[in-house]
C-alpha cells in the first residue's frame, strides 16, 4: 500500500508543472513529503525544483539529494537562477555546492556573482546559442537543433562576427519562413539592441517593457555577447522593484513577507521605529517650547492631530507620485521643473480649498475668530510645505544618487509633523499676542 | 531648405524605434513638428505611433491623419491597444472614430469593450493563429507565412479541434526542429494553459509570470480560443498593478502621474484629504473630551505625537507586507492565521521595547514616574493594536471583496491616530488619579 502511494505521488508529480511543484513543496508539512517529492525527479527536474524554491527550502531539498549526483543536478540548472541561489546560502554551504559542480560551471558561477548586485551580468543567463552571418538557414537549424536540449526557453538566434560581437538577430519566426538556402546574413536584423553586464536590472526591465522584446542580449565592454537576459527574469525585477518602492514608502524595512518569521521582522522593523521615536520626540520638544501658548489656550491641543496628519498625508500623496514617476521617467530639468509647479499649484489649491473649510469649522466650533483665523492659515501654509516637502526631498535624493530608502514615507510624515507643528504654534502665538481670546 | 529639412525629420523618423518616436513626439513642444512625425510615417506607422502614445497625445495624433487613411490606420491597429485608445476618448470622439472603421474592425472593438474592465477579454488581442491537428509541419509553415504580416509578434501557434477548442500548442521551435511531413498532433504538446475572457487581467499576469510563459490563450464558455494575451501587455498590467497599491497605500487618488494637469491632481486628490480632514476632527474631539485631564498636566501635548506618529508608522509597515502579500501569495486560512500570529508577536516586540524605551525617557525629561509609566503603557498598548489593525482592516476588506483602496494608508493611519489618542489619554486619566503629579 505504502508504495503504492509513493508511485502515485511520483506519477502526480511529474505531471504538474514545475511552479506547482514548488508551491506544492513549500506547502506540506511533512518533511517526509517533501523528500519523496525531490527524489521523484530526475536530474533535470530536481534542478527545475531548486529554480524555484524559496531561499529556505532551497537549503532542505539540496540535503535531499544525493551527494553523488548533486553535481549534476547543480550543472542543469540555468546559472542566473544557481548563482542566485549560491547568494542566499551561508558561506560554507555555498563552499561545498561549488566543490561538486563541474569546474567550468564553478567558473561561471563565480563569474556571476562578480558582478555588482542588481546588474544585468547577475540576471544573465550564458546559455545563449550563437550562429555567423555566412551560415545558411538549414545550418542554423541544424547548430539550434544540436543545442536544443539546453536551450529551451529561448526565441531569437544572435549573429556574432569572428570577435564575437553582436551583428545580428534571427527569430525562429524569421527561419520557418525563410528559404533553405538563404544566408543567414540576408534575413537578419541588423538593429539589435544589447546592453553592458553592468547595467541596473531595473534599466534592463525598462528597455525590455518600453520595446516590447521578449529578451536582451548582454555584451562585455568589448561588445563581445556574453549572456542574455529573457522577459521571465524581467518580469520578477519589476515585480521586486515595485515591493522596494512600497517598502520605501512605508518604511517597513527590507524584505518582509509572508514567509519571515517574527523575530526577523521585528529586528528588520525596529531600527526605523526607533530612529522615528527620536524624532518624534522632536515634535514634543518643539510643543514644550510652545507651553505657554498651549497652556493659554489648551483648545490648540484639539487641532493638533489633524494639521500634523493633514500635512503627513499630502506629503505621503506627493511622495508616492514621485516614487513611482522615477520609475517610469527619465528625468531632466524640464520634467523636474514642470513637476514642481504643478505640485505647488496643487498644494495652493488644497491648502486654499481645506484652509478655508477649517477656518469655518474652527470658528463654529470654538466660536472664537482667532482661533478659527490660527487653523486656517495654519493649514494653508502647511498643506503647501507638505506637498513641496514630499516632492523636493526624493527628487533631491535621486540626484544625489542617495539611496531613496532614506525618502521613505515615514521620514517624510515625521518632518511635515515637524513642521507643520512649528508653523502652527508660530502662527498661534503671533495672532495671539496680537487678538487675545 | 525647408523641404531638407522635412526629408531629414522623416529619414530619422524612419530608422528609429516605435517606443521612441511615441516618446519624440510628447516631448516636442512645437505642434507643426508632431504634424511632421505623424505625417511622416506610413498607415502601420501611424497605427504603432498610435498604439504606444499616451491618451492625450492620441487625441493630438488622430487630428494630423487625413480622413480618408484614418480607418485603414485603426483596422492595422492590435484591437487591444485600439480598445484602450476608445476607451479613454470622449463618447463623441470614439463614435467618430468607429464610423470609419471597417466594420468588421468595429465589430471587434464593441465586443471586446464588453468584456469587464481590467479583464482578459480587455487585453487581449483576436490576433492568433490556429492550426488543426491534421496539419503537416509545411502545411502549419504555410498558414503561418500567409498569416505572418499581421501576427507578428507571436511565437506559438495554437491547435484547435473542429470545434475551435485547444487542443494543444506548438513553438515555432518546435517546427524547426520537426520534419518536414511530421503531423502537428504529434509534435504539439497538449498540455496548454488557457483562461476565460472574464478572469481578472492581475490573475493572468500571475500566472504568466508563476509559469514563465510567453503568452496565455483566452477562450469563452464553450472553450472556444477566442484570443491571445501576451507577456508585454502582462508588463504593463504587473507596473499598473503595483502603482495601484502604491496609490492605494498613499491615498493619492487614481492615476496622478508626471503628465497629469494640476487641476485634475487636486481634483483627485481633494476628497481623500477633506474625509481625513473630518477624521482628523474626530481625534480633536477627543482630545476635547480629555480636556481637565491635559490642561492639569499640559506636559501630555509633548507626547502626543510621538504617540499617534509610532503607532500610525506600525500600522502602516503591517499594511505594506499584506498589500504586497496579497498581490503574489493565494490567501488560505493556514496562511492568515500564521500571519496574524507573527504580526501579534512583532506587535508585543516592538511595543515592549519602544515603551521601555520611552518610559525611561518620559521620567528623565519630565522628572516623573507616573509620565514616564503613563507613556511607556501606552506606547505599548498602541503599537500592538496599530500592528495589528494595520494586519486585519486590509485582510477583512479583501475577504469581502470590498474594493481595497478603502484600506488606504491614511485611513489606517487616522484610524490608529484616533485609537491612539483614547488609549494615551485613557491611561493617562486613570494613572493620573491614582497617583496625582
Known amino acids: ?93 555555498a563552499e561545498t555546492l561549488v566543490k561538486v559542480m563541474s569546474p567550468e560551471e564553478a567558473d561561471i558561477v563565480q563569474k556571476i556573482l562578480s558582478y555588482p548586485e542588481e546588474s544585468a551580468g547577475r540576471l544573465m543567463t550564458n546559455r545563449v546559442v550563437w550562429i555567423n552571418p555566412e551560415m545558411t538557414v538549414t545550418e542554423a537549424v541544424q547548430k539550434l537543433r544540436q543545442y536544443s536540449k539546453i536551450f529551451e526557453t529561448i526565441h531569437y538566434l544572435y549573429v556574432v562576427n569572428d570577435k564575437h560581437q553582436i551583428e545580428g538577430v534571427v527569430s525562429y519566426r ?39 522584446l521578449i529578451a536582451m542580449p548582454v555584451v562585455d565592454d568589448n561588445e563581445k555577447l556574453i549572456g542574455l537576459i529573457t522577459v521571465d527574469d524581467v518580469i520578477d525585477v519589476l515585480i521586486q522593484e515595485a515591493t522596494e518602492d512600497i517598502e520605501r514608502l512605508s ?20 531600527p526605523w521605529l526607533v530612529l522615528l521615536l527620536f524624532i518624534g520626540l522632536v515634535s514634543g520638544s518643539i510643543i514644550s517650547g510652545f507651553e505657554e501658548t498651549l497652556a493659554s489656550v489648551v483648545a490648540l491641543a484639539f487641532f493638533m ?75 494653508l501654509t502647511t498643506l503647501i510645505i507638505g506637498t513641496l516637502a514630499g516632492t523636493i526631498i526624493p527628487l533631491i535624493l535621486h540626484r544625489f544618487k542617495i539611496d531613496p530608502a532614506i525618502a521613505s514615507g515615514p521620514l517624510i510624515t515625521t518632518l511635515n509633523d515637524i513642521l507643520s507643528l512649528l508653523i502652527y504654534f508660530g502662527i498661534a502665538t503671533a495672532l495671539l499676542t496680537r487678538f487675545p481670546i
Open 1 to 93: 500500500l505504502h508504495s503504492q502511494n509513493t508511485r502515485k505521488l511520483e506519477t502526480f508529480i511529474k505531471k504538474i508543472r514545475p511552479f506547482d511543484r514548488a508551491l506544492l513543496f513549500e506547502r506540506l508539512s511533512n518533511i517526509v513529503w517533501k523528500k519523496r517529492i525531490t527524489e521523484a525527479l530526475d536530474n533535470s527536474g530536481k534542478a527545475e525544483l531548486l529554480s524555484h524554491l524559496h531561499p529556505e527550502d532551497q537549503v532542505l531539498a539540496i540535503s535531499f539529494i544525493e551527494r553523488s549526483v548533486l553535481g549534476s543536478v547543480l550543472d542543469e540548472m540555468q546559472n542566473d537562477d544557481l548563482a542566485r541561489m549560491l547568494d542566499h546560502l551561508q558561506n560554507d554551504q
Open 305 to 379: 492631530p489633524m494639521i500634523a496628519g493633514m500635512t503627513g498625508n499630502t506629503g505621503t500623496q506627493s511622495l508616492a507620485v514621485v516614487v513611482r514617476g522615477l520609475t517610469t521617467n527619465r528625468i531632466d530639468k524640464l520634467t523636474v521643473t514642470k513637476l514642481l509647479i504643478r505640485e505647488l499649484l496643487v498644494g495652493i489649491m488644497i491648502g486654499a480649498t481645506c484652509g478655508v473649510l477649517i477656518a469655518a469649522i474652527g470658528y463654529f466650533w470654538q466660536g472664537s475668530i482667532t482661533i478659527g483665523l490660527i487653523v486656517g492659515l495654519s493649514l
Open 174 to 212: 524569421d527561419l520557418l519562413l525563410a528559404e533553405q538556402d538563404d544566408l543567414i546574413k540576408r534575413i537578419m536584423s541588423d538593429n539589435v539592441m544589447s546592453v553592458k553586464s553592468y547595467i541596473d536590472q531595473e534599466e534592463v526591465a525598462r528597455l525590455i517593457e518600453q520595446y516590447d
Open 251 to 270: 518604511g517597513s524595512g527590507k524584505e518582509i513577507t509572508f514567509k519571515t518569521n517574527a523575530f526577523t521582522a521585528f529586528a528588520r522593523r525596529l
